[in-house]
């Protein structure tokens, strides 16, 4: 069979993405503290948008941002239409962080440096190349909470357009931050890195790791002794090592971060719950007038005239990027507030399963629109305020074998069994697995292991108080 190499043409449609579309999904993406330093930076670049303080505007200026209706406004709406699927066109937006229900009841926390501001302050000197310095810093973006890092390396390395061995090099230089564990996978991942940074990766320690922390639930103590030929005293000496770790390195008082709210879900008076938009945070922007009227001068020269109309239409940009984000989540919170009607009244036991691809079917988006508008935005509800995040997870079979119960409303669960545990005693997962069956939620031993691990929670023998 003869092979030969041919060359041939191909015809094919590819959407591209203007400037607008591209700025407009930043904005949609971007967090509040994010979005006002990125606000301040078009302020700064950009003398014909400015920014309307509130005493500034008339009694009767509609809510929102403002600009003039001139300069090409049909070509510039002519950039939204131009696809209904522009919004798939770039990567996903880091995940950032599971937005588990305890440590958002507790409310607001105090103002600090959050996790990633503190380790990008640490390599902000490290002599690193640009192209591992941005994967860092995308790795660094995707942590969550506790430190993890559970988006799969691969993807990361899709987000950065970068080969596998470099995004590796990147999370071997964040593993090497502080606080020691940061960066972990899973949760031996994260007692090896404290345990190599203290100098104790070697002995009785390291070969339990090595061979499963999930042993240490299956296995009685005197079984992985004899299994891993250590003596009782030696063994018992490991786990007490073990126990002095950090199972989540990443929470801490010092990282807290203020949390400011871009929605508020409320009662509507109806029985029912609605959303709005926080406006009266937002900054609100409009073109300054003065170099409107300078287009009108004959006099103006070439170069000035290119210059105005250059900056007229990105501060039209900006505004109307702003109004988009606005309308985007609101219209997102008003969906989750009549699809999350009970948890609103009951709490998280009510929790539904909900898919940012019914979001999207739902109100006519793209599953990646969805994902843009969620990531890193808070809502103010009656249960507290949460991650937009939050609402969004998959389900398990309840008593009537119905995917009624969240994951998170499962976790929670599993965690308040934790919580009111003997701490002298603490309960296996299959005893977990036991009481959550007596419960009306039948799931197996593996899988109590699997959101106890998901949860960061060592196993009972770690969780043991002498």
């Not at 069979?1 to 041919?6: A, W």
């Not at 061979?211 to 299994?227: I, Q, V």
């Not at 938009?277 to 409009?286: A, H, P, S």
């Not at 290119?306 to 039209?316: G, H």
């Amino acid at each position: 069979m003869e092979n030969s190499l041919r060359q041939a043409a191909k015809l094919e449609q590819k959407q591209q993405l203007s400037a607008h579309q591209r700025a407009s999904l930043e904005f949609l993406q971007l967090p509040r503290q994010e979005l006002d330093a990125r606000l301040s930076e078009e302020l700064a670049a950009n003398p014909l948008l400015e920014e309307i303080f509130p005493e500034e505007l008339p009694h009767d200026a509609p809510v929102g941002n403002s600009a003039p209706e001139k300069e090409d406004d049909a070509d510039f709406e002519a950039d939204f239409a131009d696809s209904d699927e522009w919004h798939s066109e770039l990567p996903l937006p880091p995940e950032s962080g599971d937005g588990e229900v305890h440590d958002i009841f507790s409310g607001i926390a105090a103002p600090g440096p959050s996790l990633a501001e503190q380790l990008e302050r640490e390599f902000a000197g490290a002599q690193l190349p640009e192209k591992i310095r941005e994967i860092a810093q995308m790795i660094v973006d995707s942590l969550d909470e506790k430190g993890y890092l559970s988006t799969p390396l691969a993807e990361v390395a899709m987000w950065c357009d970068a080969e596998l061995p470099d995004v590796e090099k990147a999370l071997d230089f964040v593993q090497s931050l502080d606080p020691a564990g940061i960066g972990a996978r899973d949760l031996g991942e994260c007692f090896k890195l404290q345990l190599q940074r203290l100098g104790k990766w070697h002995g009785d320690v390291k070969t339990i790791i090595e061979n499963g922390l999930e042993n240490l639930e299956t296995l009685s103590p005197r079984s992985l002794a004899r299994k891993y030929q250590m003596s009782a005293e030696n063994f018992q000496h490991a786990l007490g090592i073990l126990r002095t770790l950090d199972p989540a390195p990443g929470r801490s008082d010092a990282h807290s971060v203020v949390i400011f709210p871009d929605l508020e879900i409320f009662p509507d008076g109806n029985g029912g719950f609605d959303a709005k938009m926080l406006r009266e945070k937002e900054r609100r922007f409009g073109v300054n007038p003065t170099y409107g009227k300078l287009l009108e001068d004959p006099s103006l020269s070439t170069e000035d005239r290119t210059f105005i109309r250059e900056k007229l239409r990105a501060a039209q940009e900006v505004i109307q990027s702003l109004e988009l984000r606005g309308t985007t989540i609101e219209r997102l919170g008003k969906w989750i507030a009549a699809q999350q009607r009970e948890f609103f009244l009951s709490g998280i036991e009510k929790l539904l399963p909900l898919t940012m691809k019914q979001a999207g079917n739902d109100l006519e988006l793209h599953e990646t629109t969805i994902s843009r508008a969620v990531s890193g935005k808070y809502a103010k509800t009656p249960q507290g305020t949460l991650p937009l995040r939050f609402f969004f997870t998959t389900g398990v079979s309840g008593a009537t074998g119905q995917n009624t119960l969240s994951n998170r409303a499962i976790e929670e669960k599993i965690r308040q069994i934790i919580a009111a545990e003997d701490v002298t005693s603490p309960l296996s997962d299959d005893a977990i697995s036991t009481q959550l069956k007596n419960a009306g939620i039948s799931i197996a031993r593996r899988t109590v292991a699997k959101y106890r691990d998901r949860l960061h929670i060592p196993p009972a023998s770690l969780r043991v108080l002498k």
